[in-house]
């Protein structure tokens, strides 16, 4: 588990994954619409949001975003779980 037990670190490596994701699609941040973020009790949301700015940035007009607070995840080790959805012009072949 990237990060171990630092909520910072994971919530980063989550954001890059979701970058790297977008990225396969010719996407970025700027075309994301909507997030969903799942954070275990304990979790300060401020660590997150740094941590979110220091990876992403400022965007020019910012997805709509749901912060839950849960008592775990699936996988025990994991502090936080971020899903996006992201709307993306098709490609031209």
Known sequence: MVGGDNFELQTK?????IKI????ENATFNDVIKLNIYMVDGCDPAIGFKAFMET????EKPPLITVLEVAGLANPLCLIEIDAIAVVEEKED
Request: charged share 15%.
């Open 21 to 24: 994701a977008l990225a396969s």
């Open 13 to 17: 490596q989550a954001l890059e994954n």
């Open 56 to 59: 992403v940035g400022k965007l």
